[in-house]
């Protein structure tokens, strides 16, 4: 196979054929399921809105992997500080480091409930932010530089609009 054949089935796989909505529409789709707060149900998401609204399951799938162990630490604690200054909601801080054997005790879990609660929110809160602002700051950037690639190619190889 050569080099150009690669090159031309990723581009096909890329969504390379497809109108510049649809690929900015792919592309920040994935990207605002992989901002949003359902961690755990990224790659579920992405397929079902891909099939559902017959996106590039290939480009939603690619968006989705934005957040990944590398980037969710940094991506959570600007997700709840954003969250934070929206809802107002402060956090307590300890210090106690629970015994392993706390950790198997209903009433310690139970206990936690006042540090959960506020995290929980303010996380939710700040990551749909970043998930609506994200998805369309992407669908934005995409669109523009897909439409300006179209422009550039020649009219026999400009992909067709579905």
């Avoid at 629970?98 to 540090?115: C, I, M, N, V, Y």
């Amino acid at each position: 196979m050569s080099w150009q054949a690669i090159k031309e089935r990723l581009a096909h796989a890329l969504g390379h054929h497809q109108s510049p909505n649809i690929l900015a529409a792919s592309w920040a789709c994935g990207v605002a399921i992989s901002l949003s707060p359902f961690l755990g149900l990224h790659t579920v998401l992405a397929l079902a809105l891909a099939f559902a609204f017959r996106l590039n399951k290939v480009d939603v799938l690619l968006g989705t992997l934005l957040i990944n162990p590398w980037t969710l630490a940094p991506y959570s604690l600007v997700a709840v500080s954003l969250g934070k200054l929206i809802t107002g909601k402060a956090m307590p801080f300890t210090t106690h480091l629970p015994h392993p054997t706390d950790l198997l005790d209903g009433s310690f879990w139970r206990a936690q409930e006042a540090a959960v609660a506020p995290l929980l929110l303010n996380w939710t809160v700040g990551a749909s932010l970043c998930s609506l602002v994200g998805g369309t700051a992407v669908y934005l950037a995409v669109r523009f530089l897909a439409a300006r690639r179209r422009r550039a190619l020649p009219p026999a190889a400009s992909p067709a609009e579905p």
